[in-house]
């Protein structure tokens, strides 16, 4: 899981990075240091980038690159050398497509790709201690939203509206109509998701981009710390789409309400809203 994290991260991250312009992303800045580099690579690997962007040289030499450093061409030598040894930085081999001729190019993906790395591991200290505190406060009540339902709301933490959406928030808050069932057109709770590779590639799909390292991060908890099925999360984000709610902390509430209520499958979360959908008329 960690693995798919990390490559949905840095999916995200690489695009980024790679934009035109001799615009340093702030995410290289701070990740340098942490993935080895000293100051003096950080500027080799800066005017790299220099002379690809502004100057179209692709392959800068040693004493072009000492000079723009102040240093000695052997010493540029061993900069490149080390870089390379670390596969932070390679040099790609292509073929002009117009003259037919061979030539290099410096690749700093590895770079990129190990910095997106470890940017993602600096979050997740950050994340699971905000992902605690928001667990430990979250106002998910039960009740019916204003106006969208008929009965007393239920001390609990959750409820059904009259259009038959699931209804997330405590009293006076408007609620959060999630939308299972008649307000979808009688959509089963139980429907077929498309078959995806996993979870990160489902979500990606959803939200048309890629996915930031917090939105990762929480797929990761949901998965590996709360344990939530995988079928309860596709669910999560299934409804979140149809209530035109899709974000993170939504989808979160959801599971979170139902986790308290012991709904375990998408069956489990059938009966759930039969239940308060039938409670409605009593």
């Known amino acids: 899981m960690k693995t798919?994290?990390?490559?949905?991260?840095?999916?995200?991250?690489?695009?980024?990075?790679?934009?035109?312009?001799?615009?340093?992303?702030?995410?290289l800045l701070r990740a340098y240091r942490g993935v080895g580099l000293t100051d003096t690579e950080?500027?080799?690997?800066?005017?790299?980038?220099?002379?690809?962007?502004?100057?179209?040289?692709?392959?800068?030499?040693?004493?072009?690159?000492?000079?723009?450093?102040?240093?000695?061409?052997?010493?540029?030598?061993?900069?490149?050398?080390?870089?390379?040894?670390?596969?932070l930085l390679a040099i790609d081999e292509e073929i002009d497509p117009v003259s037919g001729m061979q030539f290099e190019r410096y690749?700093?993906?590895?770079?990129?790709?190990?910095?997106?790395?470890?940017?993602?591991?600096?979050?997740?200290?950050?994340?699971?201690?905000?992902r605690e505190l928001q667990r430990g406060t979250a106002g998910v009540g039960?009740?019916?939203?204003?106006?969208?339902?008929?009965?007393?709301?239920?001390?609990?933490?959750?409820?059904?509206?009259?259009?038959?959406?699931?209804?997330?928030?405590?009293?006076?808050?408007g609620g959060m109509a999630v939308g299972i069932g008649s307000s979808h057109g009688g959509a089963d709770i139980a429907g077929e998701w498309p078959k995806q590779s996993d979870l990160f590639s489902v979500f990606e799909q959803e939200f048309g981009r890629p996915l930031s390292p917090m939105e990762c991060e929480t797929i990761s908890a949901w998965v590996d710390q709360d344990r939530?099925?995988?079928?309860?999360?596709?669910?999560?984000?299934?409804?979140?789409?149809?209530?035109?709610?899709?974000?993170?902390?939504?989808?979160?509430?959801?599971?979170i309400e139902w986790s308290r209520n012991r709904v375990t499958n998408t069956d489990e979360a059938k009966a759930h809203t039969q239940k308060f959908r039938g409670g409605r008329g009593s």
């Open 4 to 27: 798919e994290m990390w490559k949905a991260y840095a999916r995200g991250m690489a695009a980024a990075m790679n934009g035109g312009g001799v615009v340093v992303p702030a995410g």
């Open 42 to 87: 950080m500027l080799l690997m800066l005017q790299l980038m220099t002379y690809r962007q502004v100057e179209g040289i692709d392959f800068p030499t040693p004493e072009q690159l000492a000079e723009r450093l102040g240093i000695l061409p052997n010493a540029a030598h061993q900069l490149l050398s080390r870089l390379m040894k670390e596969e």
């Open 107 to 130: 690749n700093w993906n590895g770079f990129i790709i190990r910095s997106a790395e470890w940017l993602a591991e600096e979050a997740r200290l950050s994340f699971e201690n905000e």
């Open 142 to 173: 039960v009740g019916v939203s204003s106006g969208a339902g008929s009965g007393a709301g239920r001390a609990s933490g959750s409820g059904f509206g009259a259009s038959g959406g699931y209804v997330v928030g405590g009293a006076g808050s």
């Open 228 to 255: 939530y099925p995988d079928e309860l999360i596709r669910f999560a984000l299934k409804e979140a789409v149809f209530a035109g709610k899709l974000h993170f902390r939504y989808i979160d509430r959801i599971l």
